[in-house]
């Protein structure tokens, strides 16, 4: 029973180690340095905005804003350096800042109003969306100085900036689920929402913290990304949401709350970039790389569904 649950419990790992081999044997060039180094830099975008995706969806709730503000925090960070010639560290910090308020914004439409999560953050996704364009006049803004690479295209010997970044946030995601009791409120509160209100949980104020720190994360993303492109785009983050969502639940958390590991999340992300960048080396054109991605989300929800009925019986 325990090497059964050991392997249950290990099976995404197993799923990245067969695709590691697989798509090693259809093309060497997949596990050279260069192309792995070129990996760690595609998933830090995926893997940072995933950390904030994970509460969430472990409160059973959901959160579409993450591309818009992926994409809000592109424009509005590359307006205050380019065009108000603010310095970078302010203007970071403030972009920064801003991403956590969208998220309250979403937590207070959620918890406060009680809109339903997947209105609530479409609505913001929409909203902020409309500012990004509105702030560039639907036109890219580049010109950084060069300081600014260092989140996106410096190294630390041959380790990506970046990939360190994802690291150590995924290291904060998994201290807060394991180590605080706030972590220990976002399990409870996905597991039964009214019980944890009954035990004297402050289901609202958790949600608030929750959305704050998607957009946080969704943000850090944001400034990772911009850092690594060097052009601040209007499509930036358009259908983030989409494979946020997917490296979380192929990463083993449930779509009805409370249940799933940061470590699970981690090998979702890894094993979307390893799919996506396998699925470039091969010469898969984009619509069927959008086509395979969807057929992962589906199965990985629907394998979700059907442990939940099972454990209902």
């Given amino acids: 029973?325990?090497?059964?649950?050991?392997?249950?419990?290990?099976?995404?790992?197993?799923?990245?180690?067969?695709?590691?081999?697989?798509?090693?044997?259809?093309?060497?060039?997949?596990?050279?340095?260069?192309?792995?180094?070129?990996?760690?830099?595609?998933?830090?975008?995926?893997?940072?905005?995933?950390?904030?995706?994970?509460?969430?969806?472990?409160?059973?709730?959901?959160?579409?804003?993450?591309g818009s503000i992926i994409t809000f925090v592109n424009i509005f960070c590359a307006w205050l350096m380019v065009n108000q010639n603010m310095p970078m560290w302010p203007a970071v910090l403030l972009s920064l800042l801003c991403a956590t308020l969208i998220g309250v914004l979403n937590g207070f439409m959620v918890a406060s109003i009680g809109i339903p999560a997947l209105i609530a953050t479409f609505a913001s996704q929409t909203i902020f969306e409309g500012i990004s364009y509105l702030i560039s006049g639907g036109m890219p803004i580049s010109g950084f100085t060069k300081a600014f690479d260092l989140f996106g295209k410096s190294s630390l010997g041959p380790v990506p900036?970046?990939?360190?970044?994802?690291?150590?946030?995924?290291?904060?995601?998994?201290?807060?689920?394991?180590?605080?009791?706030?972590?220990?409120?976002?399990?409870?509160?996905?597991?039964?929402?009214?019980?944890?209100?009954?035990?004297?949980?402050?289901?609202?104020?958790?949600?608030?913290?929750?959305?704050?720190?998607?957009?946080?994360?969704?943000?850090?993303?944001?400034?990772?990304?911009?850092?690594?492109?060097?052009?601040?785009?209007?499509?930036?983050?358009?259908?983030?949401?989409?494979?946020?969502?997917?490296?979380?639940?192929?990463?083993?958390?449930?779509?009805?709350?409370?249940v799933g590991k940061m470590s699970g999340v981690v090998a979702g992300v890894l094993i979307i970039g390893s799919l996506t960048n396998g699925m470039i080396l091969m010469n898969v054109n984009q619509y069927m790389q959008m086509v395979v991605k969807g057929i992962v989300l589906a199965i990985a929800v629907g394998i979700d569904c059907m442990s939940k009925k099972r454990q209902a019986v």
């Fill in 161 to 258: 900036v970046c990939a360190i970044i994802m690291i150590v946030c995924f290291l904060v995601g998994g201290f807060i689920l394991n180590k605080t009791y706030f972590g220990r409120y976002f399990y409870a509160i996905g597991g039964n929402e009214e019980a944890s209100e009954l035990s004297g949980i402050r289901v609202n104020r958790t949600k608030y913290l929750i959305y704050a720190l998607s957009g946080f994360f969704a943000g850090l993303a944001g400034i990772v990304m911009l850092s690594r492109t060097g052009s601040a785009q209007n499509t930036a983050g358009k259908g983030y949401e989409f494979d946020v969502i997917t490296c979380v639940v192929l990463g083993g958390v449930s779509v009805n709350g409370g």
């Fill in 1 to 66: 029973m325990k090497a059964k649950g050991a392997i249950k419990q290990n099976a995404i790992w197993l799923v990245f180690i067969g695709m590691v081999i697989i798509f090693s044997v259809a093309n060497p060039t997949f596990v050279k340095p260069t192309n792995l180094i070129a990996i760690s830099r595609q998933i830090a975008v995926y893997g940072i905005a995933s950390i904030g995706m994970t509460f969430v969806i472990l409160i059973a709730g959901i959160d579409l804003s993450i």
